[in-house]
């Protein structure tokens, strides 16, 4: 266990504050930069973003090709490849950089049409 979380437990003076720590840590411990949690996927031969996952229904219901999807995924996985940051659910994270067009790779022309940016051009171009 870790030197600062045994301190933590060690300073615990109530049955209640112990119980906070004990799902603290728990959580903690769930927590998984994204190569891990790729590396993970990849052991376990499951698909990192499925075709089940809720990402297709909203891109599909939004105008977003599947295509523009994959594309933000490349880039998703790009930028975040040496990231120490860590998560619990990076398919949850994924989804809400589509939903949020976090890359800016799309826009809805005059007619509603869902087109990748320039920059979506570009990244296309790149991952060719």
């Not at 990849?42 to 996952?53: C, K, L, N, Q, T």
């Not at 939903?99 to 800016?104: A, M, V």
């Not at 790779?105 to 007619?111: E, R």
């Not at 051009?121 to 790149?126: G, N, S, T």
Request: hydrophobic share 35%; glycine share 4%.
């Amino acid at each position: 266990m870790d030197k600062t979380i045994e301190k933590l437990y060690a300073a615990c003076q109530t049955e209640d504050e112990t119980v906070v720590l004990n799902r603290l840590v728990a959580r903690i411990s769930k927590q998984k930069t994204f190569n891990r949690w790729l590396a993970d996927m990849r052991e376990r031969m499951e698909s990192a973003i499925p075709h089940s996952d809720p990402v297709w229904d909203m891109a599909a219901k939004s105008g977003i090709t599947p295509e523009m999807v994959k594309l933000c995924w490349m880039e998703f996985k790009i930028r975040h490849d040496t990231d120490p940051k860590r998560g619990i659910d990076w398919r949850r994270t994924f989804r809400n950089c589509v939903r949020s067009n976090w890359y800016r790779l799309w826009y809805a022309d005059a007619d509603g049409k869902i087109q990748l940016t320039s920059q979506g051009r570009i990244l296309e171009k790149q991952h060719e």
